[in-house]
């Protein structure tokens, strides 16, 4: 079918008639537009309905059968947002985007990207045992301060106690892949306990995951990224505690604290495929060089709460996050990290590891203005210090140099309710000020590469060595961000809105940093390591009446200096700042059936996303497509959800639709994607001891090479990784 026939149908079908709605939640909890929840990654107690904004709220119910299907937030998010892209399955989520840009991930806020040194990990930082609900806002936008240039997904984690005296929760899960191999095997033992006494309350919680290997489709070993890490093959310890005290009968202190370490086994090491053929890189048994990938993530923070001080509501938090990213390391794959001086070129051995500390505060006070309580107003201010390296911990050598980031930003929001609410104006001011401190450094001696051209064919794409000196510097950049919208709402449950909205970021400046390949750079004047100020414009509808609930949203987004991963011929991503565009439609409908608890839905996002490829003499002019490395597939969800008394049942299929990428700079149609569809099933009894589940990933056992790796390094045999095949998964949980 033609994809603009495609489009204009499913946009009418959320316009006007009743058509398949996306609930994948058993309950229907996955309700980013319920006026009862309050997004508090949306800094304000207003309800959605209230902002120009596309939320949606992924429930515990939700949440929980998805983390059952496929084990992690990230897939859960991504099997449920059709702008999402399709995720790696690996512990690296490098090129996943929302909307076609980089989501900010938070947990009750508190950032877990490293801005300044971008290590992907910022999915895997809590077990999605402790998370209660994920909060999603879409495009871009300054609500959270920096990373929000895709969109937030901000994870809620378990709530205090609500009844006096001890409760929680127990789940254990098993695993396996279709032929039921040895090695294949996983398991999952997760408990959290509650207490509450008075004005006092506890919670206390651990969950221990042990993952086997995977098999795709035809019975293989799944490949290994050995570098970038991987979820398979791996264990995970996951720890969370929550304080807190009721000071008042509207205050509220809390101390959440949480540590995540995901660690591999270093069972395997990787077996090239071959791309010509169509056989996808595998695993055998071995170990490989140096430490196996590893992330650990540790977060505290202390939050005071008034929801009646001086007639509003106020809002405090004080956080400190830390994290250490451990990437894998191979021989054969390192020309980075040669240098003569320290051993014979091709045969040195080095692997690298993040190292991020973040401290921060956020402030807000929300209040109706008095006399004119149509008009809500929101005041605040946030802090951010973050210190990031990136070593080389086999010789000690610094890659990236210990980089110091600082962010104040004020800022205030409006809301004002017209005509008894049938118009709503909603708009506000951030002013970000940014400050980075690099000491001078020297870049590795590999640096510089030998580019290939029509007259240089010897050697090209290859190190040479020497390395640069580069000065440093204390650059500081700000910029007064806007956001604006209008909601109109002429029925109850029928709304409409536009709005526009900036977001603020800065690139991966480890990457820009660890790149220079030219002497007498100064960082004080380096324009490649200013912020990416994207601007979000979009127009959506939404109905939720009676049985139907659907959206239709239209959004385009634009960067001046962008942020673009390019390969090199060592299989490492620079950063290149040039302009992008990005624009798309998504729909998503949900309509529950006559059948008393059975419920249809379908999801549709179409992205396109184009470039300015002129990178040395930039004009302005977008005239070549993002690639598979920068932006997603167009998708189609379909899903059928029951939930009548104790059973609750799920089947979903996920269609990523084939692209092909043309533009002026003439992509390599090796890259070019063919598509394919992945459908899961899960079904869940309710007995009188706890639950049973049963789920299945992959249902039908499919074969397909995933997105990320069809669609870059058309050359690379040891990045050719094939999708998870049939998985099943079997669990018990008990609440008490």
């Known amino acids: 079918m033609n994809r603009k026939w495609l489009v204009a149908a499913l946009l009418s079908s959320a316009l006007s008639t009743p058509a398949f709605a996306q609930d994948a939640a058993p309950a229907g909890d996955k309700a980013g537009r319920d006026d009862s929840i309050v997004v508090t990654a949306a800094r304000t107690i207003l309800p959605p309905s209230a902002l120009p904004l596309t939320i949606d709220v992924i429930g515990k119910d939700s949440l929980d059968q998805q983390l059952a299907i496929s084990g992690s937030v ?14 790696r399955q690996k512990l690296s989520g490098a090129g996943e985007t929302l909307r076609g840009r980089s989501p900010l991930y938070a947990i009750n806020g508190i950032p877990q990207s490293t801005p ?10 809590i077990d999605g045992f402790f998370v209660d609900r994920v909060e999603l806002i879409y495009g871009s936008n300054a609500l959270q301060g920096i990373g929000g240039t895709g969109g937030i997904v901000n994870q809620v984690t378990v709530g205090a106690p609500k009844e006096e005296g001890l409760g929680g929760r127990f789940l254990l899960q098993g695993t396996a892949d279709d032929g039921f191999s040895g090695d294949g095997l996983g398991g999952k033992v997760a408990g959290l306990v509650q207490y509450k006494a008075g004005r006092f309350d506890a919670t206390v919680g651990a969950a221990w995951e042990k993952r086997g290997a995977f098999y795709d489709g035809e019975g293989r070993r799944v490949g290994l990224n050995l570098t970038q890490g991987e979820t398979q093959d791996s264990r995970t310890l996951s720890l969370f505690a929550r304080l807190g005290y009721e000071l008042s009968s509207t205050a509220r202190l809390d101390l959440i604290a949480s540590r995540f ?3 591999g086994d270093g069972d395997y090491i990787a077996l090239a495929g071959d791309r010509l053929t169509g056989v996808p890189t595998s695993a055998v048994r071995g170990g490989p060089p140096g430490e196996s990938a590893q992330n650990r993530t540790e977060s505290v923070a202390l939050s005071l709460t008034d929801t009646d001080l001086g007639g509003g509501n106020f809002v405090s938090q004080i956080f400190f996050n830390r994290s250490r990213d451990t990437f894998g390391g191979e021989v054969k794959t390192q020309a980075t990290f040669q240098d003569p001086a320290l051993g014979p070129v091709g045969t040195l051995f080095d692997q690298s590891q993040n190292r991020s500390r973040k401290l ?5 006070y929300e209040r109706a203005v008095p006399g004119f309580e149509a008009l809500t107003v929101t005041l605040g201010f946030d802090a951010l210090v973050d210190k990031t390296e990136q070593a080389l911990i086999a010789t000690g050598r610094v890659w990236v140099p210990p980089s110091d980031f600082r962010s104040l930003a004020p800022f205030s929001q409006a809301n004002l309710k017209l005509f008894d609410g049938l118009v709503r104006l909603a708009g506000g001011v951030r002013w970000e000020n940014v400050q980075i401190k690099i000491d001078d450094y020297h870049t590795l001696a590999s640096t510089t590469f030998v580019a290939c051209t029509a007259t240089v064919t010897t050697n090209c794409g290859l190190p040479t060595y020497g390395g640069v000196a580069v000065a440093g510097g204390k650059p500081k950049f ?7 919208g209008i909601i109109i709402e002429p029925w109850q449950g029928i709304r409409a809105y536009a709005s526009y909205a900036e977001g603020f970021t800065v690139p991966d400046i480890g990457r820009i940093t660890r790149a220079v390949k030219d002497g007498g750079i100064d960082i004080d004047n380096f324009l490649d390591i200013s912020p990416i100020v994207s601007n979000n414009r979009e127009i959506g509808v939404e109905v939720k009446r009676g049985p139907l609930d659907a959206t239709a949203t239209y959004f385009w987004s634009s960067s001046d200096k962008g942020q673009l991963l390019i390969a090199r011929p060592d299989r490492i991503f620079d950063v290149q700042r040039q302009r992008v565009e990005i624009e798309g439609l998504e729909v998503n409908v ?4 006559p059948i008393d608890g059975l419920k249809l839905g379908v999801g549709y996002a179409h992205i396109q996303g184009k470039y300015d490829s002129d990178s040395v003499n930039p004009d302005g002019i977008v005239d070549t497509d993002l690639d598979g490395t920068n932006i997603s597939p167009d998708r189609l969800n379909l899903n059928a959800s029951y939930n009548k008394g104790p059973v609750s049942a799920l089947v979903q299929t996920q269609f990523f639709l084939g692209r092909t990428f043309h533009g002026k700079a003439n992509p390599d149609p090796r890259n070019s994607f063919g598509g394919y569809a992945i459908t899961d099933a899960s079904l869940r009894y309710q007995t009188g001891f706890g639950g049973l589940s049963l789920s299945v990933q992959n249902l039908f056992d499919k074969f397909y090479i995933d997105y990320s790796s069809d669609t870059r390094l058309p050359t690379d045999n040891l990045a050719y990784f094939a ?10 949980d008990y609440r008490f």
Do not use: C, H, Q, Y
């Not at 859960?76 to 995720?87: D, G, M, Q, Y």
């Not at 999708?723 to 018990?732: K, Y």
């Open 590 to 593: 949900r309509v529950a059936m």
């Open 74 to 87: 990230t897939d859960a998010v991504s099997n449920l947002t059709p702008s999402f892209s399709p995720t």
């Open 723 to 732: 999708g998870r095949g049939r998985t099943f998964a079997l669990g018990w």
């Open 360 to 364: 921060g505060a956020k402030f807000s």
């Open 261 to 263: 370490e995901m660690k």
């Open 116 to 125: 300044m040194r971008d290590g992907s990990r910022d999915g895997f930082t």
């Open 478 to 484: 700000d910029d007064l961000l806007i956001n604006g």
